[in-house]
């Protein structure tokens, strides 16, 4: 066991994902010292940083699977979940733990900048209902803020991002921004596919509960970079002189990050795992950003406990594995020391931690309230090439049924329109090109006219249904799981509720009848041997996971109602904060990374 000697932090952050290299840049420009613990591999140098980046990049075209992490190296010592290993027990070669009636379908990656190195992009967000359940529609619950509250946080975590969007197309269901307000970057051109959607669908409506509601495609904000905006101006920026000059330094570039790290957004079709011109916004750009005399970074450092004074129940350090090889199990034990202590892993490693350093006298909440966006597809071919597998996953959606009287009885839910066929749903193009080959027999001129008039028609809908916070969806621990370091593997209990399901009943009537509209040939199949099959009013469904892992250390106004206060510090311990996606109480219909990012802000500040 060893101290990091003679040195005391003014802060010390457990991640380096959205959430920690937030509050830490914000942090050490405030001139407080700051240690920041990463259990994944990485490198704080920029130079090291790109050829890094190179190596995911070789990772990436050499791998077979072209899956969410298949871009980064398999961790051992800093395991993360693989969505090709949602067993259960007995059978639990995974990382979770999955003991059901749903297996829980998403996953992160442990590395430097954390899933934002794979992440989408989207930046939407939440409506003002959103904050507001139980006294808008008399289910779930309130968050102990609103959006007012966050409004200008959300300006902040836009900037810091360098979202590209047009504000006309995004003051929706009760979405505000201040007069005048820009987004950094001007929005990501919508797609063919996208326009013709617009065309096909203008002026249609559906019904639900007697009420006709708008189904109208809107293009998507997004956390990679576009055009410049040159009328935008940062939250709170007075222009100077230099700055109407536009000299040198003083004009918006977009994303905050070094100038020659992310070039424009080229409609390379490999945003999920990796882009390869940086374009996509990831958090290591936030982290350049940090004052570095006031910022120590230890990369392979695992944290494995929080250590607490029995006295005053505040935190007094905490323990980490420090290992050289990520291909050997040896590691020394290591102590970090400091004032304030931030937790920034996502919700489930918090989670986890917590549990695993508290033990009996743990929140009652803790690892609770667990929610996801379950994703139910929709697939077909349209009469007409729409130019599948072109530019970044999606460009557009369909928002306006975010948002309804329906959702006093049911889930709401976002349309996703995806730009790259039939790619989740069916593994294309390489697994229609082996059918058509193996099973069809076609080769030659008939195999490539055949298999481009097809691809090209490609077409899927994402609908990402909101999931209502239950207590039985939670994160546990048991010394029966450990992983290699001899850490603690998070056990996931998992289901959803008749509210979630009847939004995907709601769902389905959605795209099928969309389908009619656009003259889709509907190829949707829900197969009952898939992990996530499950019958509901007598109808079969198969979903996916979206990455949006929320809950577990859920703020409140009280700590009999939370985990965390709306700043989130821990109602238990006064000297600890507990950061990111797990501290919110809804997950709404939107992408979360936005409003982690401005709670963050907010709880840094």
Partial sequence: MSETKDKIYDVVIVGSGIAGSLIAKYLT??????LLLEAGTGSYDLSQNWKDYQEYMKTFFMSQEKGVNSAYPVNLDAPSPSLNSLSTPPDDSGYFVQMGPQNFGSNFVRINGGTTQHWLGTCLRMLPDDFRMKSTYGVEVDWPITYDDLENWYGFAEYEIGVSADVDEQDYL??????????????????????????????????????????????TPQGRNSTPDPDYRPVGFEPTEKWKKGEKGFQVEGAVSPWDLGARCEGNSNCIPICPVQAKYNATRSLFGAKRENMEVKFQAVASEVEFDPETNEVKAIWYKRYEDKNSPEYTLEKAVGKVFVLAANAIENAKLMLASEKEKAHPLMGKNLMDHPVLLGWGLLPEPIG?????????????????????????????????????????PYKP??????????????????????????????????????????????PNYKDRLGNYRPIINYNFSDYT?????AALKTYK???????????????????????????????????????????????????VDSYQRSFDHANLFIAGCGSMPTIGTSNPTLTMAALCLRTAA
């Fill in 29 to 34: 420009q405030k001139g407080k010292t700051v």
């Fill in 174 to 219: 009760g979405i505000k921004f201040p007069k005048g307000y820009r987004y950094p970057m001007r929005k990501i051109p919508q797609s063919y596919l996208d326009q013709k959607l617009t065309e096909g669908l203008k002026g249609k409506t559906i019904e639900f509960e007697n009420k006709e509601y708008p189904v109208k495609v809107v293009s």
């Fill in 388 to 428: 599948a597998f072109r530019g970044p996953g999606s460009t557009s959606g369909i928002p306006s049924l975010r948002n309804g009287d329906f959702r006093k009885n049911r889930a709401a839910f976002r349309i996703e329109i995806g730009n790259w066929g039939w790619s989740w749903p069916d593994s294309a």
């Fill in 433 to 478: 090109l082996i059918q058509s080959v193996d099973e069809y027999g076609r080769f030659g001129k008939n195999l490539r006219e055949t298999f481009k008039a097809e691809t090209q028609r490609q077409f899927r809908f994402g609908f990402l249904i909101e999931q209502d916070p239950q207590v039985s969806n939670s994160v546990t621990i048991s």
């Fill in 501 to 505: 399901k009847n939004g995907f009943v």
């Fill in 513 to 563: 009848e969309i389908f009619k509209w656009l003259n889709v040939e509907n190829y949707t199949n829900y197969n009952p041997s898939e992990s996530t099959y499950f019958e509901y009013e007598g109808i079969g469904f198969s979903w996916g996971g979206a990455g949006h892992i929320v809950g577990t250390h859920k703020m409140g106004l009280t700590e009999k109602d939370g985990v």
